[in-house]
């Protein structure tokens, strides 16, 4: 069994930090990609686990669906309780001490981004084979959705980032590139929806603590105001500030 540090050994990588942790990329690999080609593993385990039908369909209770049918010359929605199944692996990373749980979310992590840089068809088929991989691992459903959720937060927030540095706000083109990527990684609307809130507020309030600490002029505080009324967001509710800071831009504003 190998350790993260034999494998980033073996590799000659340091695990390096998370992706787009600068808006770069990490400065490691994930301890992986040296004289081995990830995906092209994974991808093979993925491809073994499947042509030797190991996982497991498993009911676990019943669920409703909708479907359509015809009723004489008219289509009508109709409801039916149908078996509801899950994806079981009897045989796990995890659950076979092959790997220990630091060394999974790792390798998970990898896929999960090789699989976002990646484009066309390829990209398509890791996307489509990242619970499998998860699944073989040994991952729960709740701790995939965690490692994608915090490398689309990471993307979320560095592109938010620049792009209000650069523009002063999101357009639409922004959100179109947002709603992409909640598509690859799979990220649910109200997960997408905290994100893009979250960053917003903590570069909003960022930039309003720089302007007090500086002293900024009456001009400064009113255009970063005006931007903050635009964007729906108070100051006190939404930005975060206290109210003493907010009662000081004030101040600031009307002198």
Not at 137 to 146: D, P, Q, S, V, Y
Not at 149 to 168: A, P, Q, V
Not at 189 to 201: A, F, G, H, V, Y
């Amino acid at each position: 069994m190998l350790t993260a540090e034999q494998l980033a050994q073996k590799r000659k990588k340091d695990f390096g930090e998370d992706y787009f942790k600068t808006g770069k990329g990490a400065d490691g690999n994930l301890g992986l990609g040296a004289e081995a080609n990830i995906m092209t593993d994974c991808m093979n385990l993925i491809d073994f686990y499947t042509e030797n039908d190991i996982a497991e369909q498993k009911q676990i209770g019943m669920k409703t669906i909708e479907k359509k049918v015809l009723e004489g010359d008219e289509e009508k929605t109709v409801t039916e309780e149908v078996p509801d199944y899950e994806t079981v692996y009897p045989i796990t990373g995890l659950g076979s001490n092959a790997v220990q749980e630091e060394l999974a979310e790792l390798l998970y992590r990898q896929f999960v981004v090789g699989g976002f840089t990646a484009q066309g068809p390829q990209g398509q088929r890791y996307e489509a084979s990242r619970a499998t991989l998860g699944g073989i691992l040994g991952l729960g459903k709740e701790k995939m959705e965690e490692i994608t959720n915090s490398i689309g937060g990471t993307i979320y927030e560095n592109y938010i980032s620049n792009s209000m540095r650069t523009k002063g706000s999101l357009d639409q083109q922004d959100m179109m590139f947002l709603a992409n990527i909640q598509g690859k990684l799979d990220i649910s609307s109200e997960d997408s929806e905290k994100m893009l809130l979250d960053t917003q507020k903590k570069i909003l309030s960022e930039e309003a603590n720089s302007i007090v600490a500086n002293e900024l002029g009456p001009e400064v505080v009113k255009a970063f105001r005006e931007k903050c009324n635009s964007m729906g967001m108070e100051l006190e509710a939404d930005v975060g500030l206290s109210k003493s800071v907010v009662e000081q831009m004030f101040e600031t504003e009307v002198s």
